[in-house]
């Protein structure tokens, strides 16, 4: 079964904003708004 579009758009924007990430350009507030709770969001949607 392949992956819903949601879940492959979180992860394709995590993966474009890695650098950030990983330079501290983004806190964690940021990244939290911005890819945790959307993913928590869909993976509660799943279940």
């Keep these: 079964m392949p992956a819903p579009t ?3 758009d979180l992860i394709a ?3 474009d904003q ?3 990430y990983q330079r501290g350009r983004y806190n964690e507030t940021q990244f939290r708004r911005d890819f945790l709770d959307p993913l928590f969001k ?3 949607r799943t279940i």
């Design 42 to 44: 869909f993976l509660c």
């Design 13 to 15: 924007r995590f993966t």
């Design 18 to 20: 890695l650098d950030d």
């Design 6 to 8: 949601a879940l492959l």
